[in-house]
């Protein structure tokens, strides 16, 4: 059994710039063993698949309040996500926290989510604050074996910091004022967004 399964589908401009922050999460997961489902390869028929085989699940692209989806195709819903092998799951997604994440913190096989309850907003001209709060907010979990718990509390923390960065650098990253203006309040809705179910003292 693997530890981590990976799902990045990469299916349009937005999803690939969340997939390459979930390659980069990736490469933090040194101690663990990984399956990397990219591009085409995150499938209906892979995700159903690799799913009873791994402890946990890393989620880096579109979702719904009931679906983590690509190609306007459900991956990962409350049919296929009991088969998990155990664990947590990170759904790097818009408003999966909704109602598949309450659902997931009660299901035997799912120990914890975490995810978000809106829009993952960011702006597609300057996503590396964004990126880089994503990263670092998962950092922790990854390599400290930080629980469930403190990795949602890094997350809001990485981006309030984003916030600061696109308030105070908008221009240099190319963006006009309402552009920069429009960035930080993404960066300030995703800090309130993240939510965790389930017990919250998980951990990998």
């Known amino acids: 059994m693997i530890d981590l399964l ?3 589908p990469a299916d349009d401009s937005a999803a690939g710039h969340v997939a390459t922050w979930g390659q980069a999460v990736r490469l933090l997961a040194g101690g663990f063993t990984t399956t990397d489902l990219y591009g085409p390869q995150a499938s209906r028929a892979n995700v159903d698949v ?51 994440g309450q659902v997931a913190g009660t299901t035997p096989n799912v120990v914890a989510f975490l995810g978000f ?4 907003g960011f702006p597609l001209l300057a996503p590396l604050p964004m990126g880089m709060a994503v990263i670092n907010g998962l950092r922790g979990l990854l390599t400290l074996l930080a629980d469930i718990s403190s990795a949602a509390d890094d997350l809001r923390q990485e981006f309030a910091q984003a916030r600061v960065d696109y308030k105070t650098n908008g221009a240099s990253y190319g963006l006009s004022p309402s552009d920069t203006r429009t960035a930080w309040l993404y960066a300030k809705s995703n800090q309130y967004s993240v939510q965790v179910h389930g017990n919250s003292s998980a951990h990998l």
Not at 60 to 70: D, I, K, M, R
Request: net charge negative.
């Open 117 to 120: 309850d809106d829009e993952l």
């Open 50 to 100: 690799e799913l009873p085989n791994a402890t946990s699940l890393f989620y880096f692209g579109h979702g719904s309040p009931t679906e983590l989806v690509a190609n306007n195709a459900a991956l990962v819903d409350q049919q296929n996500l009991p088969t998990l092998g155990g664990g947590i799951v990170v759904a790097i997604a818009c408003h999966a926290a909704l109602t598949l």
């Open 6 to 8: 990976f799902i990045r």
